[in-house]
């Protein structure tokens, strides 16, 4: 199995620019994460999918992110409009099952927002 | 919500030398505790975990244990190597309605002098 795959890898834009980053979990994984690093609040989970279905957005920071899981091998992670603080590395991960497995962490997207 | 605590934030060592790197949690109905390795640039893997119902687990030169009363958790590297040097981060998932979340503590920089 290659991993969980993410891209870009590297995203640069302006500032009100939208931004949409993809992840494809590992087959038979019913579990998705999406997790944005900083080095000064750490790793933060930002929305959570099971079975496709986003069970807490409570971490997403406003309205200006959104996610979807339109199935089970692909999810996407839009910033619209994107702001210079949104520059992170945003992660995807998935499991078998929940949090309380093994989770995978794809590669991440570095955003950078000027 | 759960809240981790981790230190040190960075922690320096001689090669073959011990390391431990300490974490408290907050909510005493968390019951899986991971631990992962990031190295520079990479995405975080995990490299063990511990479920609330034992107090210790070995994998070679790393072990976790857990004091579950104490709400502490530590991991402790023997014979350090430089390839050890990493960033790790220790993690808490509760049960019920929120063991499909992991929340990180902010990690520890450990450097592993030759």
């Known amino acids: 199995d290659a991993g969980v795959i993410q891209s870009p890898r590297h995203e640069v834009t302006e500032m009100g620019q939208e931004v949409t980053l993809r992840c494809k979990p590992i087959s038979g994984h019913n579990s998705l994460f999406w997790y944005r690093q900083t080095m000064m609040r750490g790793l933060e989970l930002l929305i959570y999918f099971n079975n496709n279905v986003p069970i807490d957005d409570s971490g997403m920071p406003e309205d200006r992110f959104s996610a979807k899981m339109p199935n089970a091998s692909f999810s996407t992670l839009k910033i619209q409009p994107s702001e210079p603080r949104d520059s992170a590395v945003y992660f995807c991960?998935?499991?078998?099952?929940?949090?309380?497995?093994?989770?995978?962490f794809g590669p991440g997207t570095r955003l950078l927002v000027l | 919500g759960e809240n981790v605590e981790q230190h040190p934030s960075t922690l320096s060592v001689q090669e073959g030398d011990s390391a431990v790197i300490k974490c408290t949690y907050s909510d005493s109905a968390s019951n899986y505790f991971p631990w992962y390795k990031q190295e520079l640039g990479k995405r975080p893997q995990l490299i063990i975990d511990i479920r609330s119902n034992v107090g210790e687990k070995k994998d070679q030169r790393i072990a976790v244990t857990l004091n579950k009363t104490a709400k502490h958790f530590s991991l402790h590297i023997t014979e350090t190597q430089p390839e050890d040097s990493a960033v790790y981060f220790c993690?808490?998932?509760?049960?019920?309605?929120?063991?499909?979340?992991?929340?990180f503590g902010k990690g520890t920089l450990l450097t592993v002098n030759p």
């Open positions: 991960a998935s499991s078998l099952r929940g949090a309380q497995e093994t989770q995978y």
């Open positions: 993690a808490a998932s509760g049960s019920g309605g929120s063991n499909y979340k992991l929340t």
